[in-house]
């Protein structure tokens, strides 16, 4: 069984990834595109599991546990550059959300 990774471990292993494979960092504003970019192949593909578009032949040998996991690594990649600690960050934007919306949702007759 292989063993949970935490955020702060995630950062970590990414940071020495970058450090022995990849020679440096992109900088901040290319990681930027780059994260746009992964993103877009993840809603390309959740528009064709899940949505009307029909599979191209270059996208069914695509996994969506994978592009997401590409779209993660850029975000650490650019929490690691800039500084943020993203089990911090995690932790204050989840009790943000708890405190903004922890009636908002239960009562949303839509849903």
Request: glycine letters at 4%; charged letters at 35%; proline letters at 0%.
């Amino acid at each position: 069984m292989e063993q949970e990774v935490t955020l702060r471990e995630a950062q970590q292993r990414v940071d020495e990834w970058i450090k022995t494979y990849g020679v440096r960092y992109f900088n901040e504003l290319t990681n930027m595109a780059i994260l746009t970019e992964e993103v877009g192949e993840v809603a390309r593909l959740i528009a064709r599991i899940y949505g009307e578009q029909s599979f191209k032949e270059s996208d069914k040998q695509k996994d969506l546990g994978d592009e997401m996991a590409d779209v993660l690594w850029v975000l650490i990649c650019l929490a690691n550059q800039t500084g943020i600690d993203l089990t911090a960050a995690f932790e204050k934007n989840l009790q943000k959300k708890t405190d903004r919306d922890k009636e908002r949702h239960i009562n949303n007759q839509k849903l």
